[in-house]
C-alpha cells in the first residue's frame, strides 16, 4: 500500500495516523516542535480541554477510547461563580450520566503518539517544520529546525493537520477559487492556575466546570488529574479593564481581587502567571475547498478553527478523522473521491460549530448568570425529561453525534418553542405537557 504524509502531529494528525495504519498504510507525521513526550512544552503549564461524545466515538473507533478516558476527569455542569461569592451548580443534562470531561492535551496528544508509533506503520519525524507546498507536484518543502537541512517531501498523498496558522493552506490559498476568511475575537485568553490544596486533593468541587461570568468577561477553570485547576481568563485586547490597560501587578491585583475574589485566595502564582505566561488570541478559520485533487486535504484547525467556548474545537478535528476514515473505507484507494466527499460531508457541520461557538460566547460569559436564562434551562431539562421529542441545543451538540448543522438548525426551533412553552409561565410544574408536545410538533415540522 502507499504511504502517507501528515503534515502536524497534534491532536487531528496522532489520530489519524491511528486510523490510517489501522487499514495498512504506512505513515509519515512531520511535526514541528520537539518530542513532548521527551522535552517539557508550553512552558510545563498544564493546560486541559474538554472532550465529549464525538471525539470519545473517534477515540473509540481507533481503538483509543478507554486508554484515553483514564486520563478524564467527568464534568456533569457548570458551576457558577456570581460576584457575591455564592455558587449555583447548573447541570449540563437531565440525563446524569451525561457529562463532558476535562483532560489535558499533552497527555492525550503522548498518548495518541505512543499508540500510532507502536503500530510499528508509522514514523514520526520531529522538529520539521512546513514552509509550504507545491500544488502542482504534491511536494511539500520542509525544514529541519535542528539541522537547518531543507528537504522534500514526495508528492504522495499528504494530510495536512498543521493547526490554524497551516502553512500548507497557506499556500493552498494561492490556488484558484480557493475561498478563505479568519476573524479574530476582540477578546483574548490567558491561562492562569489554581494548585492543589496542601497535601493533595481539589479546592473547589472536582467534578465541575467552573465559570466565573462577568459580562464583558469571564474566567474558567477545568480540573486536571493532580488536583489542580488550570484557568483560562477571556479578556478584552482593548478598553477600560483589559489587557492593554492591566500593565502592573497591583492593578491586576486591584482587579482580580474586585472581579473574583473567592479565585484569588487559591491563586498564589497568579501575578507571577499573569505576566509571565503568554496573551493568546481567538480565532474563527472558514475556507473552502479543503482537498487539491488527490494530493492534499485539511483536516482540523486547518481548515475550521473554532472560538473555545462550546468546547468543541478538538471533538470537531476528530470528527473529521472519523468522517475521513469512513470516506477511505468506502472509496477504496481512490483518494480524489476520498478527499472530495470527506471535505462535503463535513464543510456545512464546521461552520455550524463555527457559529454556534460565537454564540455560546455571550451565553457563557453573560446569561449564565441571568434569571431568565436558569428558568429556560429547567424548561428545556423539563422537555427532555417528559418527551422523546426535544433535545437542547447543548444535549445535542456535547451528548450526540447528531450533525452540527442540524443541532444548529433544530437549537433556532428550540428558541421559538421555549418562546411559546414559557408564555404567561413562571415555574416549571406549570406546564402543561399536551400543549407543549403539541407546540414542538407544530415548530418542527
Ligand atoms: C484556549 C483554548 C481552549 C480550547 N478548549 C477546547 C476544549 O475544551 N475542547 C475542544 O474540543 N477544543 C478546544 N480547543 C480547540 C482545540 O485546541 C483545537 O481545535 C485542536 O487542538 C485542533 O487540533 P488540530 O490537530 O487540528 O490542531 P493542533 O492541536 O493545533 O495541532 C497542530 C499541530 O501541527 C503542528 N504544526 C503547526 N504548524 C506546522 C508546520 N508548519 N509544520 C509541521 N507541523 C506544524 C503543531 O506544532 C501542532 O502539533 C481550545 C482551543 C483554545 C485556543
Known amino acids: 500500500m502507499k504511504h502517507i504524509n501528515i503534515i502536524g502531529g497534534g491532536l487531528a494528525g496522532s489520530l489519524m495516523a491511528v486510523l490510517l495504519a489501522q487499514k495498512g498504510y504506512q505513515v509519515r507525521v512531520y511535526e514541528r516542535r520537539p518530542d513532548m513526550r521527551k522535552v517539557q512544552l508550553d512552558g510545563g503549564r498544564s493546560i486541559n480541554l474538554a472532550l465529549s461524545v464525538r471525539g470519545i466515538h473517534a477515540l473509540e473507533e481507533a481503538g483509543l477510547k478507554e486508554e484515553v478516558m483514564e486520563l478524564a476527569i467527568p464534568m456533569p455542569g457548570r458551576m457558577i461563580h456570581h460576584r457575591d461569592g455564592s455558587l449555583e451548580f447548573q447541570p449540563y443534562s437531565n440525563d446524569p450520566s451525561n457529562y463532558i470531561n476535562s483532560?489535558?492535551?499533552?497527555?492525550?496528544n503522548k498518548r495518541l503518539m505512543t499508540r500510532s508509533e507502536?503500530?510499528?506503520k508509522v514514523d514520526y519525524f520531529f522538529n520539521c517544520r512546513c514552509l509550504g507546498m507545491d500544488f502542482e507536484t504534491g511536494e511539500a518543502e520542509m525544514l529541519n529546525t535542528e539541522t537547518g537541512e531543507k528537504f522534500k517531501l514526495d508528492g504522495e498523498t499528504t494530510i495536512a493537520a498543521d493547526g490554524a496558522f497551516s502553512a500548507v493552506r497557506y499556500d493552498m490559498q494561492k490556488t484558484e477559487r480557493f475561498n478563505f476568511s479568519q476573524d479574530f475575537l476582540t477578546h483574548g485568553y490567558k491561562e492562569l492556575e489554581i494548585p492543589s490544596a496542601k497535601g493533595g486533593g481539589f479546592q473547589m468541587e472536582k467534578n465541575a466546570l467552573h465559570i466565573w461570568p462577568r459580562d464583558e468577561y469571564m474566567m474558567i477553570a477545568l480540573p486536571n488529574l493532580d488536583g489542580s485547576f488550570t484557568c483560562t481568563l477571556f479578556f478584552p485586547f482593548d478598553g477600560e479593564d483589559s489587557?492593554?490597560?492591566?500593565?502592573t501587578k497591583d492593578q491586576v491585583k486591584a482587579f482580580f481581587d474586585k472581579q473574583f475574589p473567592d479565585a484569588v485566595a487559591m491563586m498564589p502564582t497568579l501575578l507571577d502567571d499573569y505576566f509571565e505566561n503568554p496573551t493568546g488570541s481567538l480565532v474563527t478559520v472558514r475556507c473552502f475547498p479543503w482537498a487539491y485533487q488527490d494530493k492534499v486535504?485539511?483536516?482540523?484547525?486547518?481548515?475550521?478553527?473554532v472560538v473555545?467556548?462550546?468546547g468543541q474545537g478538538m471533538n470537531a478535528a476528530f470528527e473529521d478523522c472519523s468522517e475521513l476514515s469512513k470516506c477511505i473505507d468506502e472509496n477504496k484507494g481512490d483518494w480524489a473521491k476520498i478527499f472530495d466527499q470527506y471535505q462535503h460531508a463535513r464543510k456545512a457541520n464546521?461552520?455550524?460549530?463555527?457559529?454556534?461557538?460565537?454564540?455560546?460566547?455571550?451565553?457563557?460569559?453573560d446569561h449564565v448568570n441571568d434569571a431568565e436564562f436558569v428558568f429556560q434551562k429547567q424548561v428545556e431539562h423539563h422537555l427532555e425529561n417528559h418527551t422523546d421529542s426535544y433535545k437542547s441545543r447543548y444535549e445535542m451538540v456535547s451528548f450526540s453525534r447528531i450533525p452540527y448543522a442540524e443541532a444548529y438548525r433544530r437549537g433556532k426551533l428550540n428558541k421559538e418553542i421555549l418562546?411559546?412553552?414559557?408564555a404567561g409561565i413562571e415555574k416549571v410544574e406549570e406546564i402543561d405537557m399536551a400543549k407543549a408536545e403539541k407546540i414542538i410538533?407544530?415548530?418542527?415540522g
Not at 441 to 444: D, G, P
Request: proline content about 2%; overall charge negative; glycine content about 2%.
Open 103 to 108: 483532560v489535558s492535551r499533552a497527555e492525550l
Open 118 to 120: 507502536n503500530l510499528a
Open 243 to 247: 489587557f492593554n490597560s492591566m500593565q
Open 297 to 305: 486535504a485539511l483536516m482540523g484547525d486547518a481548515c475550521h478553527a
Open 308 to 310: 473555545p467556548f462550546f
Open 350 to 365: 464546521s461552520d455550524a460549530i463555527a457559529d454556534m461557538a460565537i454564540e455560546n460566547y455571550t451565553e457563557m460569559r
Open 419 to 422: 418562546k411559546k412553552i414559557t
Open 441 to 444: 410538533k407544530e415548530v418542527m
